[in-house]
């Protein structure tokens, strides 16, 4: 709903003017559809000032540190709902009654087989084969296997190519780390929960089942829940830009991924724990923070800032309670928990990061709690992917379902050559 207008003026006349259309909550946006036809784009690589489309899934206020699912605080939703009540509400709107849960579990609970075909997949890799490239292959080959519900126009093929994607991410998963361990895949169990199925495929092996421990499981479904979605984040963006040419949902979701895979965003988790391995010892920590200072040094303290997050990232702050709970309830005295918080305390105090807006981010903890749980370091982005597929797919599906949907085009500010005599190379 267009409010008021916002008239641009070059060189004081006056261009044209533009709609301010107004959301439930958050910034207003200028709609500057029609600038291209007065001669002019807009300029904002990265888009920190660019609204890409319209959308009622997750609201985020970076300066409050607020971070809400179809308006429901992630607190909330962290400390009293399960991972799969989380999908349903990303995925339908509103928080399910209880048969409407228990229906959506038992779908997803009877989709988490995988064809015995795609097992063959795995095999093409080497041993080292990084977790991540596996996931992104195999994610993309699953519309191999469905030829019959890739109708992008059809609502409810679209779900149900959403709930195959929920239901069988920590089948893949848990696929590509046994693979790279040499251990053999473990199949699914539908008596157990989302994150107990996903330990038990991780851990449980041929002589002997996993014991899942209540805590673990626990903080595994919170982790899963903490990174179900962002808004439009790079990841998220790229799946919709992947969607908005028509390309089927398992191509779109594999986009993802491949997207969520860099240090800069989901790879970070990863990245963050290598980090505090080199750092080693709180003795260290001062060395590192000023090369995170110098500007002449590459280096970045992983972990830390965001593009949204000017104040603090609420999720961080559940990650952290998790955290010390694990460690308490394992036992577990983590010496890269003393430098991670010794870090933060530093962080938070030096007049670099305090300026910068600087604060830890989801990443910063949930490598603590991944490895206490004995999830290897190169799994950490696998389980950001897993969890971060029904963000995914739910943007996906939202915007597919908005009519008018048009193929994502960015312009450009074109700076090469112009209009050059070309000389053919035998004449050169
Ligand atoms: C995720 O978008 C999302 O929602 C992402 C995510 C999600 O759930 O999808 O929240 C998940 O990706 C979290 C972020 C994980 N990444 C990291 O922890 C990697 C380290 N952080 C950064 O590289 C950086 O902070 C970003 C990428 C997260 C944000 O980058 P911006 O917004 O583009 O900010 P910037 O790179 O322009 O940095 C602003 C300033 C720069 O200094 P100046 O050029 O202004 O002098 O802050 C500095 C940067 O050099 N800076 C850092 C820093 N992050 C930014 N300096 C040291 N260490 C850092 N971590």
Known sequence: ?????????????????????????????????????????????????????????????????????????????????????????????????????????????????????LVHFFQGFLPDAHPMAMVCAVVGALSSFYHSDLDINEPTQRMRSAHRLIAKMPTIAAMAYKYSIGQPFV????????????????????????????????????????????????????????????????????????????????????????????????????KYVAKAKDKNDSFRLMGFGHRVYKNFDPRATVMRETCHEVLKELNIQDPLLDVAMELERIALEDEYFVSKKLYPNVDFYSGIILKAIGIPTSMFTVIFAMSRTVGWISHWDEMLSQPGQKIGRPRQKYTGEINRTFVPLDER
Not at 40 to 69: M, N, R, V, W
Not at 196 to 210: G, K, Q, T
Not at 239 to 264: D, E, F, K, T
Request: charge should be negative.
């Open 187 to 286: 199949y699914p169990r539908n008596d157990l929960s989302y994150a107990e199925n996903f330990l038990h495929m991780m851990f449980s092996v041929p002589a002997e089942e996993y014991k899942v421990s209540p805590t673990v499981a626990a903080a595994m479904d919170r982790i899963f829940t903490l990174h179900a979605d962002h808004e439009q984040n790079a990841s998220t963006s790229t799946v919709r830009l992947a969607g908005s040419s028509g390309a089927n949902p398992y191509a779109c979701i594999a986009a993802g991924v491949a997207s969520l895979w860099g240090p800069a965003h989901g790879g970070a988790n990863e990245a963050c724990l290598t980090m505090l391995e080199e750092i080693g010892s709180v003795d260290n920590i001062a």
């Open 1 to 117: 709903m267009a409010d008021s207008k916002a008239s641009l003026s070059i060189d004081g006349k006056v261009i044209a003017d533009f709609p301010i259309l107004t959301g439930s909550a958050g910034f207003d946006v200028i709609d500057i559809r029609t600038l291209g036809s007065h001669g002019y784009f807009t300029y904002d690589p990265g888009f920190l000032a660019t609204a890409s489309c319209e959308s009622a899934i997750t609201f985020i206020d970076g300066g409050k540190g607020i971070l809400q699912h179809r308006g429901y605080a992630i607190d909330d939703l962290a400390k009293k709902a399960d991972y799969l009540e989380v999908c349903y509400i990303l995925l339908n709107g509103d928080a399910p009654t209880k048969s409407q849960y228990d229906e959506f579990k038992s779908t997803i609970t009877n989709h988490t087989m995988v064809h015995e075909k």
